[in-house]
């Protein structure tokens, strides 16, 4: 488990392979660090997390990534919590 450090206080990051392995590792280090994170991908995961936010997206797919990058951007505008 990673310490809070702050680190990543007050920005917001968008993960994309987020739901698994290496984009889930990288989307709980940003929000150990206290940045406000969501994840996309195909499928949602992340498990239990509370501190990531899922947003579903086909990667190849321009007009679901366009979606999806703006609930992102709406969600973690507006919140610290899910």
């Given at each position: 488990m990673v310490?809070?450090?702050?680190?990543f206080?007050?920005?917001?990051?968008?993960v994309?392979?987020g739901?698994?392995?290496?984009?889930?590792?990288t989307a709980?280090?940003l929000?150990?660090?206290?940045?406000?994170v969501?994840?996309?991908?195909r499928?949602?995961?992340g498990?239990?997390?509370?501190?990531l936010?899922?947003?579903?997206?086909?990667?190849s797919?321009?007009?679901?990534?366009?979606?999806?990058v703006a609930?992102?951007?709406?969600?973690?505008?507006g919140?610290?919590?899910w």
């Open positions: 310490e809070q450090s702050g680190e206080a007050g920005l917001a990051a968008l994309t392979g739901a698994s392995g290496i984009g889930l590792a709980r280090l929000a150990g660090r206290g940045a406000r969501a994840v996309l991908d499928v949602k995961g498990g239990e997390s509370t501190d936010y899922p947003v579903i997206a086909d990667v797919d321009d007009a679901s990534v366009r979606a999806a609930e992102a951007g709406r969600a973690l505008a919140s610290t919590s």
